[in-house]
């Protein structure tokens, strides 16, 4: 993948207005901080400009790959996780906070010992994340920083594409999502059985747990307790739906044409032409063309539940096409998951979470419509 401009493309800057406009509402006066890594330049610089378009005022925190190698290397993940006082004195005076993935080097990253990334996430992740309740802060985490060359190699996939897939995503009018999302919520909750059809093969019931679908279009929810925690801060770009199911009822079978990934800090591993049977309300096999050996394993060392329905995700982002990873925000595409499900709303604490990705489905809910071919009706 060649290498990232620092200036940004017409594409960026419009993505950027798109962004701090209609999802982050960034108003005259705010402070807003912009977290870069050296792939993310030129974004990052569109978003800082778009925040001064609208009278915002924006501070840039560069975090430089070698800097953070050459720590780690080291011995030194500990203290990278200790944020400077000027840092957290930003972040305490900050009004929205815009957040970039790195470093860029995914391939290495995945080859850090547990304990350096636990000492280096442990530093500042509860600290961060308590101190943005604390004060209301409002954002997003920025997708585009997954588009590594490392990453590109691994999945081979093309870097430009996949780049402008995400920004084209970030497009998206929120409020249409937003409609849409809040349509598809009303044909799931208070429903039972939920029927995916395809004519791949797929055939499956499912039932709902009875806790509400959460829309996620793109809108932080800073203090909103239908929400997690951590959901003033939102994926961007984002368009989802998700509801927990019962993890006691499933009886057919789910064929993938998405790929799908670890749901994890970090997508480890990618698994596509997948295919999950359920009897009696359990897995009872499954398979994969790719990654079927990285799935078995993590399956096998895992808890109890990993072998019950977790949750349903629908997506809703109407500009999202074929980008690596969010393959589930293309509208109407299915994804479903085994194994826990606390973190929407079920009851299901199993550590195991696999999906398969299905785009084009049918989805009924006790008998009625509510996804067909990629609409959301």
Known sequence: M?????????????AARNLVRKYLHVKPDENVIVEAWDHTLSMSSAMVDAVRQEGGSAFLAYENDDAWWSAVERGQAKPLGRLSDPEWAAIAAADVYVQFWGPADSARLEKLDEKSFDEWAAGWFDRWYKLARSTGLRGGRMGLGWVTETRVRQWGVSGPRWRRALLEACLADPE???????????????????????????????ALAGTPGRVYDGHPHPNDKTYSEFDMMANLPEGRLRIALDSKTAEGRIVSNRSSYDEVWFPWARYSGGAFEFSGGKLASFSFEEGETQFAKKYARSKPGRDRTGSLVIGLNPKLRSAPYLEDMERGTVQLTVGGNTYSGGSNPSDFRGAVRLAGAEVRVDGSPVVRAGKIL
Not at 2 to 14: D, F, G, K, Q
């Open 176 to 206: 249409e999502v937003t409609r849409s999302g809040s349509r598809l919520a009303r044909g799931l909750n208070g429903g039972r059985k939920v029927r995916i059809t395809h004519p791949n093969g797929t055939d499956l019931e499912v």
């Open 2 to 14: 060649a290498a990232v401009s620092e200036s940004p493309s017409s594409l960026e800057r419009a």
